[in-house]
């Protein structure tokens, strides 16, 4: 019964999630109580097993029975855990086993598995005869009494275990953590295994269950555990979703109610056993370079599961001749979702029992989706030859789809022979999967198409592809070596008519206007949008892919911060050349932008990832990628480096430039030391650090050891997000990746990103001293004490040292943290949180070679989950909100973020706003008299019209603050000079830095010249204040 008293409590939870599963399909029993056979030895529940087996297969039975003379069930029970054991909870279900005795072979059903259609009924009685059975409270352990909150069976074979957790009273990270720390595979005192919890062979899945949020695991291995979020996505308000779920509504009470009342019930839960579940078999090497297979058992993410039960049903429902986009994020999963759908509509059946589509064709450029879509369909089907690969030639493809082949692999080429093949079979229907893996094409067929599409003389060209001649429309503007996957079926579908008896299912992670046209749906505006959308945003907050974004810096800014440490920044280079020489660099001076790349590279983008990090130039066009790589190998060389590491450089064809060598260029002259090898390949090879490319790789190519990116090619729209996301793959200990642009603007790339991901932003900071400001307010909070840094790091930097030795060091800070005032903490928080994140960024630019800030970075970081947890509304998620640059007067620099949240170019005022200043023209005595001085002060081409406009807007702004109007009146000139006034000249300098860069410029970096002007514009303010108020008080 549920009280005010108990209400909070995760009983009350369990009991309300219990009581919905009883009420729908499931027996609901507690482990000591009702449901005492469970077998902790065998981890089966036989009661469910025998009476399955015993209701749905009784002359079976009767043959077993008969063989086992009285122990019939207790041997067939441990004849399933043998099987179990052998071949896995999922091959069970779905294969079942034979058993041999006396009286001949058996074949035992565990599972029956919902029909595709109503041609046997008996199949669809055995169907409604499944048992699902969660048990409460179930002691699995043969060594203690730990018991789970929940564990779920099918016909006595279990298949996943919950904990839950109210986040009145726990988080989902205690959850998560008592998987991790308490329940583990192995008994630690007996060693020993636990039976329940073994790969593969019990229980499948296990949900970390809270009130707020779901996560799910498919292998227990104590830390290392990995957890992944299994919540619906918590919308935008743009048509996109971050991490997490939406709140709770009146209707279902709490935020994850999908799982009970979705996930768990009977039909669905079912079709994720029979038809989404399954082993993935990976193939990778060891230290040692002996290949090794590592399994995986692989479990739907939610939106994955949402997508395909969403595009099946709507298949079933509208039948053939539809369109759906599906818009995933890169780190979605596609493989596994296209997988998934392809085998479900190949089964399809109608309300009348038709087959909705005769053949899937899946269009893909991708090895790894042939051989995944072949591995994984053939764990659900029966039957061999379901899945075809089409390899070889349009006569090999036209077969098979004459005989009807269920699903049919093929590549981009073959898709406009598809089209016209299809159209023919009139009497047959067709599911067209286009994978739009966005890799750029290069073969014979595509190279036509491509320049087809680019042709701008005619509106209409015929082209070849694989032999079939078709009319394509060329009104499009795109570059000719940027044409993707995407144009070429886009045009293709554009030239002919759209076949009735297909329907076209597209999956992209960054549709083109054209796309979402072709395949997208009206939505409430009237304009295409995406039938199904996995958002960018969503997939960098759960942890799949890194945001590109947040270390992306144009040249301009680079130079700006790098200027300051020129000598540091190239302590090596021969000539001793600055930074500042390239500050004015020619657009066509590889050699210089080389040094950069090189330098920086070196000494910060090589060291990271254990030493292993690799970085990628995207070039313009294939002769400036034979350029960049003859003047890299040149410095290398020169320097001595190229025993360190080597570049490698992709293109296509041969290129020729009589200005660096009589004979062609080619890929294979070019990397000599790959032997032939692709240069993809080759660059997994540890000494290949970087590779040059033109006009390859910027799509589709997976590298997840590439942490930085050097552009210098115009880019923009689709071609921007696909070339940037090379660096957004993960891998252990990659943080967010580093992007160098020497050519485009930072809110052109935003503008590029904002229809995937609306929140991104790109910034441009102006000033590497902003770290030593924080350091200094920091300080002055008193949270920690010198000697606590000193302490955090000389442990931090011991290998032999523990966690919980840092723990012990942090807990004072801690303390006082916690001791201050909320005002306060809040504030301390942020500029914490600011600290680590911008010493992060910038120390990939300045070698600061400052130990003290090294130092509080380090203990930085270890207290800033304790910091954080005091907010108990803030979640890690969105900490980094937390930590943009919100107030400038104490750093004394101006800063741009571009928000994609708004679209807009946001300008981050300064604390107090100060309003439009009118021109004061009774003091041209004094004005003169300042701009003689700043004359000698300022440098550049500054007229003097330039200093008194503006000493004049400085001047009348400084006079609206209410502020110094107060402190003018009681105060003396001295007093009033030394008050607030450099606090507001400052603000106001910094808010209109945009408008005056050069006059504002040198007042920030030069303090002397900032002392000077302050001092001759407080005498002005402070008389104009003093002639107000007189002249008010005579009126």
Known sequence: MTTIANVHTERVFENELCE????????????????????????????????????TQPKEWAKFKQWHNGQSEAMFTK???????RHGTLHLLRHGFKDSGSNGTTKFFLCQFRPAHKKNMQLWEMYEKNRLTAIRQLHYSLHNEKSFDMVLFVNGLPVATTELKTDMTQSIKDAIDQYKKDRLPRDLKSKELEPLLQFKTRALVHFAVSTDEVFMATKLEGDKTYFLPFNLGRPDGFGGAGAGNPPATKE?????????????????????LGNFLHIEVKEAQDKAGKKVTKESLIFPRFHQLDAVLHLVRGAGDEGVGQVYLIQHSAGSGKSNTIAWTAHRLANLHS???DKVFDTVIVITDRRVLDRQLQETISQFEHKAGAVQKIDQNSEQLAKALNDGVPVIITTLQKFQFILQKVQGLKDKKFALIVD???????????????????????????????????????????DPEDVTSEDIINQVMLSRQRPPNVSYFAFTATPKSKTLELFGRPGTDGLPVPFHVYSMRQAIEEGFILDVLKRYMSYKTFYKLGSTAAEKMVPQMKAKKTLGRFAVLHAYNIAQKIVVIVEHFREFIAPKLGGHAKAMVVTDSRLAAVRYKLAMDKYLKEMGYDKEMKALVAFSGEVQDPESGPDDFSERSMNAGIKGQEPSDAFKEEVYRVLLVANKYQTGFDQPLLQAMYVDKRLSGVMAVQTLSRLNRMAPGKEDP??????????????????????AEVEAVTDPNIVHELQVKLDKAKVYVPNEIEQYAKAFFDPKCKQASL?????????????????????????????????????????????????????GKGLMPMVAARNSGSSILELDSDVQLTHYRIQKLGEQTLNLATGELVKLKPASDAGSGTTQTDEEKKLAEIVDKMNDLFSGELTEADLVGYVTTIKGKLLESETLAEQAVSNTEQQFGMGDFKDIMMDIIIDGQESHNKIAGQLLQDDRTFAIMQGMLAKMVFDGFKRAAAQAQAS
């Open 738 to 759: 580093f992007v160098l642009d020497f050519v485009n603007k930072p809110e052109e790339i935003l503008a590029s990103f904002k229809p995937y991901f609306r929140t």
């Open 252 to 272: 279902h009470g709490y935020p994850t109610w999908y799982l009970w009342k979705l996930v768990w019930s009977r039909d669905v839960w079912l079709d994720i």
């Open 436 to 478: 739009e893996a966005h890799s750029s094409q290069s073969g014979s067929a595509a190279q036509k198409l491509r320049r087809a599409l680019t042709t701008d003389t005619k509106k209409v060209v015929t082209v070849e592809l694989d032999g079939a001649p078709a009319d394509v429309d060329v009104d499009v503007e795109i």
């Open 79 to 85: 004849r399933v855990a043998d099987q179990l054991n």
């Open 20 to 55: 919905h599963l009883a009420a729908n399909g499931w027996s609901v029993r507690t482990h000591l109580q009702d449901a005492k056979s469970y077998s902790r030895e065998l981890a089966l529940f036989p009661e469910d097993l025998i009476a399955f087996v015993q209701e």
């Open 807 to 859: 723990m012990y060091i942090l807990k004072p800070a801690k303390d006082r943290f916690y001791d201050l005032e909320d005002e306060d903490a809040e504030q301390f928080r942020k500029d914490l949180g600011t600290f680590l994140r911008l010493y992060d960024f910038l120390s990939q630019i300045i070698p600061y070679g400052d130990a003290d800030l090294e130092k509080l970075y380090s203990f």
């Open 351 to 353: 309300a009348q029992d």
